[in-house]
């Protein structure tokens, strides 16, 4: 036979539920004491849970505030490297720029320089004026920016030079460089008498280019008595050439011509003796010896 299995009393709870009508049989119920726990915790775990997540959002917002104020220090350091990435940039910008320019403004000066008549032993650079209170145990203590102003302001004072330099006859009109008369009074080839020569005489084969000595506009250029065939150019309001007993005229009146141009050659035309190039520099409307104006 199975044993009845007791059941235990202390795991019950017994209510008693008493009417008031006394023939009436009172109402017991029994309920588990576990159920009766259950019910007393329902209104507890609301509770607990709403501290529980309270708890949470307050430790999370933390963490929230502390990484949002990270990031916003974060984002202050990027902006200031931008900015000084900027500045740098800019500043090597400058930098290129003041480099570009000294390097034109040096072959400017080469240009120059080779134009501009050797009257002086050869040396070098432009001289820019640095006062002596302007300078510290022999380094300058002006800015880059001061020096380049003050390239400017010379190289603007040798461009001057350069473009009266350009209508200055300083340039040799014809190869080989031998003088066979000189300027001034002479003896006169054709009379045996003193004659004044109003240039200077080279000597050339026929057919040697002849060229301009400077920039200038063509005036003259045909046949022109004893002088045979003749170019005359106009530079300046201070200077003209004149070119004669060519062989050819290779140019015509009007034309512009520069330094070095080619506008005839050698000849004998007119009254000449022989193959070679009358030359003359008339300044302010009177002739004068070229030889000082040649590029030696």
Known sequence: ?????????????????????????????????????????????????????????????????????DLTLEVAKSEQLQ???????????????????????EQQMRTYIDELPTMIEPSGGLHIAIEDTETADGLSLLSSEELVDRYKETLAAVDKVSEEVRYTPTAWPTVPN?????????????????????????????????????????????????LGNCIRIKHSGTYTTVYGHLNSIDVEVGDVVQKGDIIGTVGSTGRSTGPHLHYEVVKNGEPVDPKPYFNY
């Open 1 to 69: 036979m199975k044993r009845k299995k007791k059941r235990n009393k202390n795991s019950l709870l017994t209510f008693t539920i008493l009417s008031n009508d006394a023939n009436r049989n009172a109402t017991r119920f029994r309920i588990p004491r576990f159920l009766l726990y259950v019910l007393f915790a329902l209104p507890i775990i609301p509770v607990l849970a709403l501290i529980y997540y309270v708890n949470v959002n307050l430790n999370q917002q933390a963490e929230i505030d502390e990484l949002s104020g």
């Open 83 to 105: 900015e000084t990435v900027a500045i740098l940039e800019n500043k090597t910008g400058e930098t290129t720029e003041r480099l570009a320019e000294l390097t034109e403004l």
């Open 178 to 226: 031998t003088f066979t008369s000189d300027f001034g009074v002479r003896d006169d080839p054709f009379y045996q008498s003193s004659a004044f020569h109003s240039g200077v005489d080279i000597r050339g084969s026929v057919g040697t280019p002849v060229y301009a000595t400077a920039d200038g506009t063509v005036t003259l250029a045909r046949y022109n008595g004893e």
